[in-house]
C-alpha cells in the first residue's frame, strides 16, 4: 500500500480568512482581554441556543465546574455521571468534594444509561444533588427521559454537552435544556476559539453566579469596570471565585466560526455521511449512530467499535500511525482511570469494559476531502485483510 506522505491527524481547526479578519480587529482594538467580543459571542450563542444567558468561560472544563458549584454541589453530595466522557465531568466533581456515581451507556449511542440513573436515585435518594449527562459525539441523551427522571426526584440536570454546539433535540437546541449547559470550543470542536467553553441557562440568579465565580468572585468584570462606559475600578470580591474568563481575541475566533456555522455544519454531514457508505460492508466494524428518532447533528467525532475480538484495536492504532493516520479513543471509561479505579475499585459497568478494548476515533474534519476519509478506508481494509493487528495467526 502506498503510504501517504503528511500525516493525517484526528482534526485540524478550519480557519478562514474570515477568523484572520476578526482576530486582527479585535488586536486593533485595543482590548484583547474580556470586552465587547466576548459580549457579542454571548449575545450569538444565546440567540441561536434560544435561552436567555450565555457565559463565556475559559474551557468546558470550567463551565462544567462553576455550573457545580453554583448549583450547590459539595462534601457528601453524590453527582450522576456516564462513564464514558472526558475525564473533566467526573474530575470537577471530585474537585468540589463531592462522589461521581459512574453509569453504564447504552453500546448504540454511547450515551448515559437512564436505567442506571433511577438506580442510583433509588440507592441514595436525596444525597444525589445532580445527574450530568454527556452529549456523546454530538448525539443528544435521551433528554425526554433524563426530563422526567430529573422532574419527578426534583434533581437538577447539567448537560455536558462538549461535543454538541451545532446538536438539537427535538425542535430545540442541545443548549436549552436542563439548568445548564456546558460546552467547548477547544481546538477540534466544532467550532473553536483555540480553547475556551460557554454556560447556557435561562435561569437569571444562575447566570449571574457564574459570572460572579468565573471572574474573582467580582460583580464587575474587565468590560464593565475599565471601559468608557462602564468605567467602576473601585469594585470587591463577594465570593472568593476564579480566574476563568475567556478574551476577547478568543471570542473573535468564536463570532467567526459561529458566521460560518451553516458552511461547517454541512461539511460535517456530508463527511460522516461518506464515512457510513464506505464502511457500510466492513462487518468487522461497527459505525457510530449519528441520528435518533428526536436528537440530531452528532457528527463531532466519528467512534467506531471493532467487533472482530481477535483484533487487538491498540495495534491496529499503532498500525494505522505507521501509514501516517492519527486515531484516539472517545473515550477510555474514566471509571477505569488510574485515581478513579484505586477510589472506586468496586465499579463495574460492562458496556463500558466492552467499549474499552473496541472503541476507536477515526479521523475527521472540515479541513478533510472525501479523499482523506477513503484513505482511512482503504488503510483499515489493508490492515484487517493482512492480519497486521490480530492478536492471533493461523498458519
Same mark, same amino acid.
Given at each position: 500500500m502506498?503510504?501517504?506522505k503528511d500525516f493525517l491527524s484526528l482534526a485540524i481547526p478550519d /480557519?478562514?480568512?474570515a477568523e484572520k479578519n476578526e482576530v486582527i480587529d479585535a488586536l486593533n482594538s485595543g482590548w484583547i482581554s474580556t470586552g465587547p467580543k466576548v459580549k457579542e459571542f454571548e449575545r450569538l450563542f444565546a440567540e441561536y441556543h434560544g435561552v436567555k444567558h450565555a457565559v463565556a468561560v475559559s474551557s468546558c472544563t470550567a463551565a462544567l465546574f462553576i455550573a457545580a458549584k453554583v448549583m450547590g454541589i459539595g462534601k457528601g453530595d453524590y453527582v450522576i455521571i456516564p462513564t464514558v466522557t472526558w475525564q473533566s465531568t467526573a474530575n470537577i466533581v471530585e474537585q468540589l468534594d463531592a462522589t461521581p456515581l459512574f453509569c453504564d451507556v447504552y453500546r448504540d449511542t454511547l450515551n448515559i444509561n437512564t436505567g442506571d440513573i433511577e438506580?442510583? /436515585?433509588k440507592k441514595y435518594g436525596k444525597k444525589v444533588k445532580a445527574i450530568i449527562p454527556v452529549h456523546h459525539s454530538g448525539l443528544p441523551a435521551d433528554i425526554d427521559r433524563i426530563t422526567e427522571i430529573s422532574e419527578s426526584h426534583n434533581i437538577p440536570v447539567i448537560y455536558d454537552a462538549a461535543h454538541a454546539v451545532f446538536s438539537s433535540y427535538g425542535n430545540k437546541m442541545a443548549g436549552g435544556f436542563?439548568?445548564?449547559?456546558a460546552f467547548s470550543f477547544y481546538a477540534t470542536k466544532n467550532l473553536t476559539t483555540g480553547d475556551g467553553g460557554m454556560i447556557t441557562t435561562d435561569d437569571d440568579e444562575l447566570s449571574e453566579q457564574c459570572r460572579t465565580w468565573s471572574y474573582h468572585g467580582l460583580p464587575k468584570d474587565s468590560w464593565k469596570r475599565y471601559s468608557a462606559?462602564?468605567?467602576s475600578p473601585h469594585v470587591q470580591s463577594i465570593v472568593p471565585g476564579y480566574k476563568f474568563n475567556l478574551t476577547d481575541i478568543q471570542a473573535a475566533l468564536g463570532i467567526a466560526q459561529f458566521r460560518r456555522r451553516e458552511d461547517l455544519l454541512s461539511k460535517r454531514n456530508y463527511l460522516v455521511e461518506y464515512y457510513n457508505e464506505i464502511l457500510k460492508d466492513f462487518d468487522w466494524i461497527e459505525?457510530?449512530?449519528f441520528k435518533t428518532g428526536k436528537g440530531r447533528w452528532g457528527n463531532h467525532v466519528y467512534v467506531i467499535k471493532i467487533l472482530d475480538e481477535d483484533i487487538d484495536r491498540d495495534k491496529l492504532m499503532k498500525e494505522?500511525?505507521?501509514?501516517?493516520i492519527g486515531t484516539n479513543l472517545h473515550f477510555y471509561p474514566v471509571h477505569r482511570n488510574v485515581f478513579y479505579e484505586k477510589k472506586y475499585p468496586d465499579v463495574t459497568l460492562p458496556v463500558a469494559e466492552w467499549l474499552k478494548d473496541r472503541i476507536l476515533t477515526l479521523p475527521l474534519c472540515t479541513k478533510y476531502s472525501e479523499n482523506d476519509l477513503k484513505y482511512v478506508a482503504d488503510s483499515l481494509k489493508y490492515i484487517y485483510e493482512n492480519k497486521f493487528s490480530h492478536k492471533s495467526i493461523l498458519i
Amino acid at each position: 500500500m502506498n503510504v501517504r506522505k503528511d500525516f493525517l491527524s484526528l482534526a485540524i481547526p478550519d /480557519i478562514s480568512e474570515a477568523e484572520k479578519n476578526e482576530v486582527i480587529d479585535a488586536l486593533n482594538s485595543g482590548w484583547i482581554s474580556t470586552g465587547p467580543k466576548v459580549k457579542e459571542f454571548e449575545r450569538l450563542f444565546a440567540e441561536y441556543h434560544g435561552v436567555k444567558h450565555a457565559v463565556a468561560v475559559s474551557s468546558c472544563t470550567a463551565a462544567l465546574f462553576i455550573a457545580a458549584k453554583v448549583m450547590g454541589i459539595g462534601k457528601g453530595d453524590y453527582v450522576i455521571i456516564p462513564t464514558v466522557t472526558w475525564q473533566s465531568t467526573a474530575n470537577i466533581v471530585e474537585q468540589l468534594d463531592a462522589t461521581p456515581l459512574f453509569c453504564d451507556v447504552y453500546r448504540d449511542t454511547l450515551n448515559i444509561n437512564t436505567g442506571d440513573i433511577e438506580e442510583y /436515585i433509588k440507592k441514595y435518594g436525596k444525597k444525589v444533588k445532580a445527574i450530568i449527562p454527556v452529549h456523546h459525539s454530538g448525539l443528544p441523551a435521551d433528554i425526554d427521559r433524563i426530563t422526567e427522571i430529573s422532574e419527578s426526584h426534583n434533581i437538577p440536570v447539567i448537560y455536558d454537552a462538549a461535543h454538541a454546539v451545532f446538536s438539537s433535540y427535538g425542535n430545540k437546541m442541545a443548549g436549552g435544556f436542563g439548568k445548564m449547559s456546558a460546552f467547548s470550543f477547544y481546538a477540534t470542536k466544532n467550532l473553536t476559539t483555540g480553547d475556551g467553553g460557554m454556560i447556557t441557562t435561562d435561569d437569571d440568579e444562575l447566570s449571574e453566579q457564574c459570572r460572579t465565580w468565573s471572574y474573582h468572585g467580582l460583580p464587575k468584570d474587565s468590560w464593565k469596570r475599565y471601559s468608557a462606559e462602564n468605567a467602576s475600578p473601585h469594585v470587591q470580591s463577594i465570593v472568593p471565585g476564579y480566574k476563568f474568563n475567556l478574551t476577547d481575541i478568543q471570542a473573535a475566533l468564536g463570532i467567526a466560526q459561529f458566521r460560518r456555522r451553516e458552511d461547517l455544519l454541512s461539511k460535517r454531514n456530508y463527511l460522516v455521511e461518506y464515512y457510513n457508505e464506505i464502511l457500510k460492508d466492513f462487518d468487522w466494524i461497527e459505525r457510530p449512530v449519528f441520528k435518533t428518532g428526536k436528537g440530531r447533528w452528532g457528527n463531532h467525532v466519528y467512534v467506531i467499535k471493532i467487533l472482530d475480538e481477535d483484533i487487538d484495536r491498540d495495534k491496529l492504532m499503532k498500525e494505522l500511525r505507521t501509514l501516517n493516520i492519527g486515531t484516539n479513543l472517545h473515550f477510555y471509561p474514566v471509571h477505569r482511570n488510574v485515581f478513579y479505579e484505586k477510589k472506586y475499585p468496586d465499579v463495574t459497568l460492562p458496556v463500558a469494559e466492552w467499549l474499552k478494548d473496541r472503541i476507536l476515533t477515526l479521523p475527521l474534519c472540515t479541513k478533510y476531502s472525501e479523499n482523506d476519509l477513503k484513505y482511512v478506508a482503504d488503510s483499515l481494509k489493508y490492515i484487517y485483510e493482512n492480519k497486521f493487528s490480530h492478536k492471533s495467526i493461523l498458519i
